[in-house]
């Protein structure tokens, strides 16, 4: 049986590169089509570019967490940073005022996904 991601990988590769064949209606970039950060480093742009994608999202991952590190002054990484750093009753990184429960719900959304990007994206692949 094919690993999920590795499966994953395939179909996305088995599709059309969309930044080697650019829409003539859209000439930007994919990254800038889909308003992707443009502080990520350029290494991941290439990366994608050339098709490796797993790599790409984890360059993309670690980027994240030692940006978040360095703006926090936090010494922890991965998920245990993003939960901390983006809590909902003390969080070092806000989205909002986290005045409703609208907002604080969205701040805990954010902690999530940032968090479950550690677990999901960067730590399987920094330590395979």
Do not use: W
Request: glycine share 6%; no cysteine; aromatic share 10%.
């Amino acid at each position: 049986m094919l690993h999920p991601l590795k499966a994953f990988e395939a179909i996305v590769r088995a599709t059309v590169a969309p930044s080697r064949q650019p829409d003539a209606d859209a000439p930007l970039h994919p990254f800038d089509l889909r308003n992707i950060h443009p502080s990520l480093p350029v290494k991941v742009r290439k990366l994608f570019d050339d098709g490796y994608y797993q790599e790409a999202a984890f360059a993309a991952f670690k980027f994240i967490d030692n940006s978040v590190m360095r703006r926090t002054g936090k010494s922890i990484s991965g998920e245990k940073l993003m939960m901390q750093v983006f809590s909902e009753e003390t969080p070092a990184i806000r989205f909002n005022d986290l005045l409703t429960p609208s907002e604080k719900d969205e701040q805990r959304g954010f902690k999530h996904i940032f968090a479950g990007g550690m677990v999901g994206i960067r730590n399987p692949r920094g330590h395979d």
